[in-house]
Each structure stands twice: as C-alpha cells, then as structure tokens.
C-alpha cells in the first residue's frame, strides 16, 4: 500500500490511480465533443479540411473516414480510461472521491485540447477549428487552445481543493476514504 503522506503532483499519491483513470476519461470525452460536434453537427470542419492539398482538403469520403479513425482513437482514449478506472477502484487503495475524477476528466479534455489544437492545428495545419467563421482563423484556433488551458488548470484546481486528494497533516491519522 502507497504511502498516504507521499505526493504526486502536489497531490496524494494514493489519487494517482484515479487521476491518470480521469485524464484517460477525460482525453476520450474531449475528443468525441471535438468530433461530434465540431465535425458533425456544426460541420466548422472535417480532420483534413484545412490540408495543403486542395484534391484532399475537399475529398468529403477521405474526410469522413479520417473523421472516423479520430473518433476510434477517442473511443479507445475511453475504454482504456473506463479499464484504469476499474483497476483503480479494484487494485488500489484510492480515495473515495467523485470530485478528483471530475477533476481529472476536466484536466483530460483540456489536455486533448491542447494537443490537438497545437498538433493538428499549428503544427500539421489540417484543419482549423472555423476557417469560415468571423475574424481570422488564429483567433478561434487561439481560443480552442485557451478553453483547453483553462479546462487543465481548472480541473487540477477541482483536485487540489478535494480533500480526498491533497495532502495534508491529518492524513496519518485518519483517511478520508475510511479504510484507514
């Protein structure tokens, strides 16, 4: 069994379990809000809508099916969170906590965020988040971004101010989750 007053990322190590379960949840979810909505219902772009080469920025099939394997890797983002939650509640002594899954699925899409919209986005430039939008394209790229900072920092905020997660001097004690 972990240590309680050992800590992770400012946080008790005993959450990592948990955590790393939400960050997977949340990297799954991030990503079919992405695809559903962007892609599918607002139709603002496909995954190769914006690549350099016209014949398959306008190839709807190829785009569709690119759209498709996104969507696989979203949805084995969440199976492989679905396991780690499992494993975590099964194997390990983790904190009985709602708020730090909530926090870290937050944290997850934020994450998906980023990394979706510095590689696919700025990086690989295959698409943007409205290229046909009012203002310029880097403004609502900017903000995919920004809406992905501020879902990380909120989401490890939601943690750190769950008391089934940060370590504090009581933790020898009694733990929160009462099993200890």
């Known amino acids: 069994m972990a240590d309680r007053n050992e800590t992770w990322l400012g946080l008790r190590r005993d959450a990592k379990p948990l955590v790393l379960a939400g960050l997977a949840l949340g990297l799954g979810f991030g990503g079919f809000f992405d695809g559903i909505v962007f892609h599918q219902i607002l139709q603002l772009h496909h995954m190769l809508s914006s690549y350099p080469d016209a014949s398959v920025a306008t190839d709807l099939e190829l785009n569709v099916?690119?759209?498709?394997?996104?969507?696989?890797?979203?949805?084995?983002?969440?199976?492989?969170?679905?396991?780690?939650l499992s494993r975590a509640w099964r194997f390990h002594p983790v904190p009985n906590s709602g708020r730090t899954l909530l926090g870290a699925v937050i944290m997850g899409w934020g994450g998906f965020n980023l990394v979706e919209g510095l590689v696919s986005h700025q990086l690989l430039g295959i698409h943007h988040v409205w290229p046909a939008g009012p203002g310029p394209i880097v403004l609502w790229d900017a903000i995919f971004l920004l809406w992905g900072a501020l879902f990380l920092g909120g989401g490890y905020l939601v943690i750190r101010t769950d008391s089934a997660a940060t370590p504090t001097a009581g933790d020898e004690a009694v733990a929160t989750d009462g099993r200890g």
């Open 65 to 84: 099916m690119a759209d498709g394997l996104f969507h696989l890797a979203t949805y084995v983002f969440t199976v492989i969170g679905v396991v780690l």
